[in-house]
């Protein structure tokens, strides 16, 4: 399976801030994804980060809000905009392709306090 | 509109018992069921079913999925305190690759 590396792992941010997550994986992967969790909730697609192109959202989630960018088949950075405490999550990208496997790994994730 | 159903949703048993874990789907486009192991905050991947009636198995656990009733299920046998966890399923879609994930269900193996 692919290594995925997030960064930040964690951190606690202001309300009206801004948030930029990268994720980076270790070979090329077709298909990458952005999740949220939020506390004690199970995990919902944020938007499939598209290379070259446009994220494709997934509905109650808007680019104005969390832009994300895939400028190659490894890296791909979420931006949780104008933060208020109802965005405090985990935030988790997944990787698919790696190896030929349609299998999804998830990176290490990022837990965000909004305060 | 698509749903993954898992039960129970907590479970609390002791070492050594086996545990069947449950999860139902209505996904448009499926194509695939996947079984995570969540204990901090990232899933790990447990095992991913296409096939009906084919038995997946590591170690203690196995599982398999029903295509025609729309379910599968997770089996933990001789349950140990390190299976305490949340385990996820999940329906993988044609089309985009994304997955619909269900709610979980708490794990908790008492010494």
């Known amino acids: 399976s692919a290594v995925i590396s997030q960064k930040p792992s964690r951190d606690i941010c202001q309300r009206g801030t801004s948030l930029t997550i990268q994720c980076q994986v270790d070979?090329?992967?077709?298909?990458m994804f952005w999740y949220r969790q939020q506390p004690g909730q199970s995990l919902t697609l944020i938007a499939t980060?598209?290379?070259?192109?446009?994220?494709?959202?997934e509905s109650g989630f808007v680019i104005d809000k969390f832009p994300i960018s895939r400028p190659n088949l490894t890296f791909s950075t979420l931006t949780v905009s104008n933060m208020s405490p109802e965005d405090s999550s985990i935030y988790l990208c997944?990787?698919?392709?790696?190896?030929?496997?349609?299998?999804?790994?998830f990176g290490p994730g990022t837990r965000l306090t909004v305060l | 509109e698509d749903k993954v159903v898992q039960s129970p949703l907590s479970l609390v048993v002791h070492e050594g018992d086996t545990v069947t874990l449950n999860c139902s789907y209505e996904?448009?486009?499926?194509?695939?069921l996947l079984w995570y192991k969540q204990e901090k905050k990232a899933p790990t991947f447990l095992f991913m079913l296409?096939?009906?009636?084919i038995e997946k198995k590591s170690g203690r656990l196995s599982s398999i999925l029903d295509k025609k009733e729309l379910f599968s299920i997770l089996n933990i046998t001789a349950t140990q305190t390190g299976d305490s966890a949340i385990y996820l399923c999940?329906?993988?879609?044609?089309?985009?690759?994304?997955?619909?994930f269900g709610a979980g269900t708490r794990l908790t193996v008492k010494p």
């Open positions: 997944s990787v698919a392709g790696a190896g030929g496997t349609d299998t999804q790994y």
């Open positions: 296409t096939s009906s009636g």
């Open positions: 980060a598209n290379q070259g192109s446009e994220a494709t959202y």
């Open positions: 070979s090329q992967v077709t298909m």
């Open positions: 996904v448009t486009n499926f194509r695939s």
């Open positions: 999940a329906a993988l879609r044609y089309n985009n690759n994304d997955m619909r």
